[in-house]
């Protein structure tokens, strides 16, 4: 991971940065697994196949508000073993 989320990771991050940068995140791998063909979609996904609408799709999921369950640290680095 870069330096650059390192610091938005800290105990002190609020949770609305952690729940953007997992959206961005996710978009992110999402459109990069679409672009190399790793994605299939069936049933009811089956119109996510046509690129128009599955960039539409993740347009319409940045607009969202995302929920992230963050738990406060349990005593730093020294406490994990």
């Keep these: 991971m870069s330096s650059k989320y390192l610091c ?3 105990s002190s991050s609020p ?3 952690l729940s953007r940068l997992f959206r961005g995140k996710l978009r992110g791998f999402l ?3 679409r ?3 790793k994605l299939q ?3 009811q996904l089956t119109a996510f196949a ?3 609408r599955f960039h539409v799709w993740l347009h319409q999921l940045r607009k969202k508000d995302w929920v992230v369950y ?3 640290r349990f ?3 020294s406490g994990v073993r």
């Design 50 to 52: 046509d690129p128009t």
């Design 35 to 37: 672009a190399q063909g």
């Design 70 to 72: 963050a738990k406060p």
């Design 75 to 77: 005593g730093g680095h």
């Design 41 to 43: 979609f069936s049933g």
């Design 15 to 17: 949770v609305r940065v």
């Design 31 to 33: 459109e990069t697994a």
């Design 8 to 10: 938005l990771l800290t």
